[in-house]
């Protein structure tokens, strides 16, 4: 899975992305901006979210991303020096689903984050499992469609062979099937018609 490391001390990124480029395949961006540009390109499966930087702060990427659908549900762990109850509040309150101060301690964030993409594994799969449902449902309800319009006695003349249709109209087997289903008619003769013609032509 993807990790992207959004940090803009160039130092906290290294160290992040040395501990986890083995278990994950890691981007990494040193601006709020880069990020952004970042998620386009790679659609990372977590961010690992520096707060604390100029011009656009981690809060601010953040809010940008949930309000992006195609990032809304992308995992958040802000990844900080600012270590206060407020400040984890409102990461929390913005969407993060994890909050890690610095100085990191790397076994426990390696724990944090790979718990948070097993929770992503596991939606992806419950998404997958619902639009294949959704798909097969669909599949259903249009076979039902077409085996209601079949359902019920189908009254056959027993000379001519026609079919009366809803509207009380008699009308060739063939056609009759061809508008009330998919079937499509090729055209031979059985054994048993065939012995009885060429009885007829001798």
């Not at 994950?24 to 499966?45: F, N, Q, R, V, W």
């Not at 100029?54 to 940008?64: I, S």
């Not at 209601?148 to 006695?153: F, Q, V």
Request: hydrophobic residues 40%.
């Amino acid at each position: 899975m993807k990790i992207l490391i959004v940090d803009d001390e160039a130092v906290n990124v290294g160290v992040l992305a040395n501990a986890l480029k083995g278990s994950y395949e890691i981007c990494t961006a040193l601006s709020g901006e880069e990020a952004l540009g970042m998620l386009k390109e790679h659609s990372p499966d977590l961010v690992l979210l520096d707060v604390m930087m100029p011009e656009m702060d981690g809060f601010e990427v953040c809010r940008l991303m949930r309000a992006e659908g195609a990032y809304a549900d992308t995992p958040i762990i802000f990844v900080t020096a600012l270590d206060s109850e407020e400040g984890e509040s409102e990461g929390l309150e913005l969407g993060a689903v994890d909050y890690i101060t610095k100085p990191v301690n790397l076994k426990l964030a390696k724990l944090r984050i790979r718990n948070q993409l097993e929770l992503k594994r596991q939606r992806n799969v419950v998404e997958a499992q619902n639009r294949l449902l959704t798909l097969q449902k669909a599949e259903l309800e249009a076979t039902l469609a077409r085996v209601k319009r079949l359902e019920g006695l189908i009254t056959i003349c027993m000379s001519c062979k026609k079919i009366r249709g809803e509207n009380k109209a008699w009308q060739r087997l063939e056609k009759y099937m061809s508008e009330h289903s998919d079937a499509f008619f090729s055209h031979g003769i059985c054994p048993e018609c065939l012995e009885k013609e060429m009885k007829k032509l001798e």
